[in-house]
T-cell receptor
Framework: DQQVKQNSPSLSVQEGRISILNCDYT??????FLWYKKYPAEGPTFLIS?????DKNEDGRFTVFLNKSAKHLSLHIVPSQPGDSAVYFC???????????FGTGTRLTIIP | EPEVTQTPSHQVTQMGQEVILRCVPI?????FYWYRQILGQKVEFLVS????????KSEIFDDQFSVERPDGSNFTLKIRSTKLEDSAMYFC?????????????FGPGTRLTVL
């Protein structure tokens, strides 16, 4: 069941540069998309979300872009900081449905 | 800042034994969830719980699994007869009525090892 896919298991970015994490989905019923961040020995932490009626949502250094026709979303982090080093999970939910469907995650490493 | 807590942090058990994983959700939250993550795999939804009953469950959540909210603060996941393939990190999550759709607050997890 690969409804949400993150094709890059890892990504390394220089501090101060832009980090771009990508996610693809297949289920057209998804209407909310979220990014969660996970540090070792902790649970996932909500970072930012976007409704399917929007194509962009920004919160400080974090911006999520949604391309519905391509069933693709991305997370931009700019500028990247060492504390951003973590595993980032893309997740999606469908209207009226409480469960989150997660991708496999991308490990982001910010190089000082 | 309020947080979801889980106990124990690590549970080791023998195959066939019953385990109970415990969670204390954030106090004013009304929706509760269990997820699991097998090593190297994605986080998978198990069950959601609202108003003292299961609102949704996945195919993984078979008759060996049950959830309970025995009092006003705890939320438990019981695995009746553990199997080797139940070894995973189990995350509890909760959300309040006013949170962004999909925004769930996760605990740190319980690592279950079945021998």
């Amino acid at each position: 069941d690969q409804q949400v896919k993150q094709n890059s298991p890892s990504l390394s970015v220089q501090e101060g540069r832009i980090s771009i994490l990508n996610c693809d989905y297949t289920n057209s019923m998804f209407d909310y998309f979220l990014w969660y961040k996970k540090y070792p020995a902790e649970g996932p932490t909500f970072l930012i979300s976007i409704s399917s009626i929007k194509d962009k949502n920004e919160d400080g250094r974090f911006t999520v872009f949604l391309n519905k026709s391509a069933k693709h979303l991305s997370l931009h982090i700019v500028p990247s900081q060492p504390g951003d080093s973590a595993v980032y999970f893309c997740a999606a939910s469908a209207r009226g449905n409480e469960k989150l469907t997660f991708g496999t995650g991308t490990r982001l490493t910010i190089i000082p | 800042e309020p947080e979801v807590t889980q106990t124990p942090s690590h549970q080791v058990t023998q195959m066939g034994q019953e385990v109970i994983l415990r969670c204390v959700p954030i106090s004013n939250h009304l929706y509760f969830y269990w997820y699991r993550q097998i090593l190297g795999q994605k986080v998978e939804f198990l069950v959601s719980f609202y108003n003292n009953e299961i609102s949704e469950k996945s195919e993984i959540f078979d008759d060996q699994f049950s959830v309970e909210r025995p009092d006003g603060s705890n939320f438990t996941l019981k695995i009746r007869s553990t199997k080797l393939e139940d070894s995973a990190m189990y995350f509890c999550a909760s959300r309040g009525p006013e949170t962004t759709p999909g925004e769930q607050f996760f605990g740190p997890g319980t690592r279950l090892t079945v021998l």
